[in-house]
């Protein structure tokens, strides 16, 4: 059964750069679903992620891929700098230091990640998160966490789709 999508969209994003979508950072927000929305929908923060993903795996679109959200700053990827102008920006509600991601978030970040999959012939190269991308000055997600999630995107989208 399809988790709940929600859409909040932020002011805080580009809609009229370039933009490629090569895959996909992912962060954990440390604060709550609610609190999460409401900094991002705040134009004074200047942050946003494309989505965000509540415990219980309801979703929130708060900027739509066609645009390019604020969610990595200063980074690089794959010698690439500046991560936001080639890659979406998905993020789980929550600290992954304080509690592990759930069940219902693992599968509704693949039920998001599906048709995005698909639609960019997207591979498991070019998934990372904002630790990797940022190293020094960002830390999600939990080192442990990321590994169990990517183990989980490798055993759905590893055979071609
Ligand atoms: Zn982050």
Redesign the pocket.
Known sequence: MPFAEITRLSPNCDGSVPHERLGVVF?HSVISFDETIALMTDPARKVSYHCLIAPDGTRCTLVPDEKVAW?AGVSSFRGRPGCNAFLLGLSFAGDTYAAPLTDAQLASALEWLAPRWRQHHWSLDWMTD?RQVAPGR?D?LNPVEWTRLYAVLGNKFSQAM
């Open positions: 962060h969610h904002h960002k999600d």
